[in-house]
């Protein structure tokens, strides 16, 4: 549960951010936070469905991180959610087995379902998050509205906005897309110049995985 007052938290030049609404949740949001649930389902000993409230009252993780586009902008933002281990833990997974992945799945509209996998124990490792605020206020559609699963190492198209459920599973199969635009199945941040929305310059980095300040 959130304890702190909100402390008006901002990211620098967030206006020239590009817009990143293409994930099936352009216009008006067809969910009613009363009525949304996450399900954690698959190999999980107990099966779990979530309420916002439940969610919130998880213990909470605060987290200034980079996300990066594959399109090549990146952005540092204030994000505020739960871990998501601590979640996969009351659904009785075993974090511990490395063959395992989490399919994700976008809540959706009428165009459609968005979803992806990623491997479970990489991103555990790298304190991947289920996020519901951003600088100190809730997810907005193109942010995710009302859950959205972010790895840090991971490009942004492997972390579904409007998240609706979390499969855990041994397949890591091709996701939208890995399929409508041939992305990577992996989807691990490259090394590249991007550009640094919140910094006004493009940087260079040079590694494999999340971009931290280190690297600048």
């Known amino acids: ?3 702190t007052d909100t402390l008006n938290r901002k990211t620098p030049f967030l206006e020239k951010k590009p817009s990143s609404l293409r994930y ?3 216009g008006p949001a067809p969910i009613d936070p009363v009525q949304w649930r996450l399900d954690v389902m698959g190999l999980a000993a107990h099966p779990l469905s979530l309420d916002l409230a439940a969610i919130r009252a998880l213990p909470a993780a605060f ?3 980079r996300t990066v586009c594959v399109c090549l902008w990146t952005i540092k933002r204030h994000w505020f959610g739960v871990l998501l281990r601590d979640v996969l833990a009351l659904a009785g997974v075993d974090l511990t087995d490395p063959s395992l992945y989490l399919r994700q799945l976008s809540n959706g509209t009428d165009k459609g379902r968005y979803d992806t996998t990623i491997h479970l124990q990489s991103a555990i490792m790298r304190d991947a998050i289920l996020a519901y605020e951003v600088d100190d206020a809730p997810l907005t559609i193109e942010t995710g ?3 959205r699963l972010i790895d840090f190492g991971l490009f942004n198209y492997k972390c579904v906005k409007a998240l609706r459920s979390l499969e855990v599973t041994r397949v890591n199969g091709l996701g939208y897309w890995e399929k409508h635009s041939g992305y990577a ?3 691990t941040v490259q090394a590249k110049k991007y550009y640094a929305v919140d910094l006004q310059h493009k940087i260079w980095f040079g590694g494999s995985g999340e971009v931290k300040d280190t690297d600048l």
């Open 185 to 187: 199945l992996d989807g």
């Open 63 to 65: 987290h200034h991180r």
């Open 145 to 147: 509205f009302p859950l």
């Open 1 to 3: 549960m959130r304890t």
């Open 24 to 26: 099936f949740q352009e």
